[in-house]
């Protein structure tokens, strides 16, 4: 029963991120520690320069070649470094400019998923207002990427007679743009943003290889995030936080996850997460000076999952800088 379950996805695999919703973009389980890679108007929101390295590894001991995910991205706020003329006690002073509201950044990815393999890169650019004691940020952001079909990897039963015969071993280049907004507070914030805006078409081959290469095509992908933080009054060290992230696509199929998570002192967390799909996540992390160290692990009860030991997630973040910004409460560990 387990190798049959196998031999079909080895094939759904390469096949499914064609045409399905769910595999079209990776999923993050740590999308909490780097939102930045779901909504372009988060970089250089709190002022510093942050590099994300981030791995996820789906499905380990089901098959070879389960979906995989491997990145790094940049990001941070152009702060302006002229000086000003102020005036002082003692006479006027120069005073280093403090205030800058441009944010950029950039990502690098390599996505496996069976057969198909996904190479990248995409940049971002944010501008971020104040308002009384909150920030509210837009962002726009560019992506391209190669979208391959490996030939030692993927494997057809009739390959003489299979229309996807002539894909094996093609790639192309796929442009395509992303958008979103993001409003902060010290105690909460939400944000939106839709991916695969232009929902480009993946012109694989041509038509003497594939005639219906020219109506697989990229779908468009909304987001929406929030989470609200409080301390426990009788115990200040102690922080909860609950969060949601939605996914909602094109064809309005919906997915969502739930997450509840304690910080400790801001230099520990752990918490739990809940997804629609039924898999139970399970997350810790901690910080140590200007690095953060992030571990979830996705355990599911139905489908694929019940056959594997579930996916691994790491997360490791360096932030830079001084707290070169408007308000502290910003710096959100």
């Not at 499905?59 to 995989?68: D, E, I, L, Q, R």
């Not at 030692?152 to 002539?166: H, T, V």
């Amino acid at each position: 029963m387990k190798v049959a379950i196998k031999i079909c996805f080895l094939l759904l695999a390469w096949i499914y991120p064609l045409f399905a919703f769910t595999q079209q973009l990776p999923r993050f389980s740590q999308y909490y520690s780097n939102e930045f890679l779901i909504n372009p108007s988060v970089a250089g929101c709190d002022g510093r320069t942050v590099v994300n390295l981030a791995a996820r590894k789906q499905w380990m001991g089901f098959a070879n070649y389960t979906p995989s995910s491997y990145l790094i991205s940049l990001q941070g706020r152009i702060l302006k470094s002229s000086y000003s003329l102020k005036a002082g006690p003692r006479g006027n002073v120069y005073r280093k400019g403090r205030q800058g509201r441009v944010g950029l950044g950039g990502i690098i990815y390599h996505d496996e998923n069976g057969a198909i393999e996904r190479t990248g890169a995409q940049f971002s650019y944010a501008y971020h207002l104040f308002i009384e004691n909150s920030q509210l940020s837009f962002g726009l952001t560019g992506n391209v990427f190669q979208y391959r079909i490996n030939r030692e990897r993927a494997q057809l039963k009739d390959p003489e007679i299979d229309p996807l015969n002539g894909l094996i071993g093609k790639s192309t280049l796929v442009p395509d743009a992303g958008i979103g907004v993001n409003y902060m507070t010290e105690k909460f914030h939400v944000g939106i943003a839709v991916s695969q805006v232009f929902q480009s078409k993946l012109k694989i081959g041509n038509n003497a290889d594939f005639q219906s290469s020219e109506e697989i095509r990229l779908l468009r992908h909304y987001y929406i995030l929030a989470d609200y933080r409080f301390t426990l009054p009788r115990n200040p060290d102690w922080e909860i936080e609950p969060s949601a992230i939605i996914l909602l696509s094109e064809m309005l199929r919906v997915q969502s996850d739930l997450t509840l998570k304690a910080y400790y002192n801001r230099q520990y967390w752990f918490g739990l997460s809940g997804r629609t799909s039924g898999d139970l996540i399970i997350m810790a992390g901690l910080k140590f000076r200007k690095y953060y160290f992030g571990y979830s692990y996705d355990y599911g009860f139905s489908g694929i999952s019940r056959y594997t030991y579930g996916s691994h997630e790491i997360c490791i973040t360096a932030k830079f800088g001084d707290t070169a910004r408007r308000y502290r409460w910003l710096d959100r560990y």
